[in-house]
């Protein structure tokens, strides 16, 4: 079983933040979840909706005697957190964070840690395109995948019970390197976001098609792009200017690709854009068998109501 937490204090209840609340009241890992948010008006909603047993807006406040801390807010932000957070930490107790950018969050935090607490940095893979206290649920985090980027020297039992952690909300947990998993990161969620930021931005301003007639006849890959679009923009402008490396860098074969295709259209080859898209089909195939997603038509998402409308969980970040 588990080992339970005395307190648990969440530094940031949005979705991310909500959803661990949440999912620690279902797996009942903590005696006490502190909330915090710097705005008032977010720690009041998160009190209606019960995530926590205790609420504030001072950050300091939040972390005392908790023996796991999880910071739960955007990227760029983290340096503050860790300053505001370092002189009140419990000795011994671990702090990890939800950030999709490994290197840069170890660079903001650790400095500013003291050496009697353990850093673990994490990032769960999951999330909606949703936003805010209201949109969090438990099941966020079920079958999905956590990965651990502890830095070298970290204490091995405290990355075991980080590990154990996530597991228990329902995660599967990889361990590997910040580098390597910004580089990882960059393909699979922050490039796919840009494209669909830039695509939606696009069809926008395109002055041969109105407004009206993107909406009316968006097919429905141009309606996943603008579900991916909707995502928060705070957090996915902080994503890509503090994982602007990796992020470049395969943006940069991304074009080159996107040169190639741009080539086989003009020339009529239709040898080059079968082939691409057949080995493509089989990427798609390998992430249903690996449970990551669902074969049924448009993607498995519920259009009733009831209980069983909620937002499907899906890589965001």
Known sequence: MTERFHRIALIGI??????????????GLAEHIAVQSRRRETVDAAQRLGLGDSYTTDPAQAVKDADLVIACVPVGAFAAVAQAIAPDLAPGAIVTDVGSVKQSVISQMQPHLPDNVHFVPSHPVAGTEQSGPEAGFAELFDNRWCILTPPAGTDPKAIERTQAFWEALGMHVDIMDAAHHDLVLAITSHIPHLI??????????????????????????????????????????????????????????????????????????????????????????????????????????????????????????
């Open 196 to 317: 669909a930021y830039n695509i939606v931005g696009t069809a926008s301003d395109v002055g041969d098609v109105t407004r009206k007639e993107v909406m009316k006849y968006a097919a429905g890959g141009f309606r996943d792009f603008t579900r991916i679009a909707a995502s928060d923009p705070t957090m996915w402008r902080d994503v890509f200017l503090h994982n602007k490396d990796a992020v470049l860098e395969m943006l940069g074969r991304f074009s080159e690709d996107l040169t190639a295709l741009q080539r086989a259209i003009r020339w009529d080859d239709g040898e080059t854009l079968f082939n691409l898209f057949t080995r493509t089909r089989d990427i798609r195939r390998g992430i249903i068998e690996a449970g990551q997603e669902t074969d049924e038509p448009d993607f498995g998402r519920h259009h009733g109501d009831g209980d069983h409308d909620l937002p499907r969980p899906y890589s965001s970040d």
């Open 14 to 27: 949005g979705l991310i933040g909500s959803s661990i609340a949440l999912a620690v009241r279902r797996a």
